[in-house]
């Protein structure tokens, strides 16, 4: 169980890391709106989406697997199923990431 608690206190971490760099992101999309002119090297301009919504796509993706990895480490610590291997564990979680929930 301490590789257990290990992982889920780093899950917990990242997560709170990923909700910082999302709320900053909004920010940024907030301030400079969801189109922004990009300036090429002969001066023109051209308006494109804001990088900064791509970037809160993948933020949002990755915390949304963070938030499946924290609960299924919940689960493991709930039910009492030990992994001995931290490896196995993390892989398993990873699996189930792509493959949905392993049966």
């Known amino acids: 169980m ?9 899950s917990i971490g990242i997560y709170q890391t990923q909700i910082r ?20 090297v002969r001066g023109r301009q051209n308006l494109v989406a804001n990088p900064a919504i ?17 609960l299924r480490l919940l689960e493991l610590l709930k039910t009492g199923e030990e992994k001995h291997d931290l490896k196995d564990l993390i892989e398993s979680i ?10």
């Open 2 to 10: 301490e590789d257990i608690n290990r992982l889920l206190e780093e």
């Open 21 to 40: 760099l999302l709320d900053s992101l909004e920010e940024a999309i907030a301030e400079h709106g969801p189109i922004v002119a990009k300036e090429y």
């Open 54 to 70: 791509g970037e809160f796509n993948k933020t949002s993706t990755a915390a949304n697997r963070t938030v499946k990895t924290i």
């Open 94 to 103: 990873e699996m189930e990431d792509y493959h949905g929930k392993e049966d």
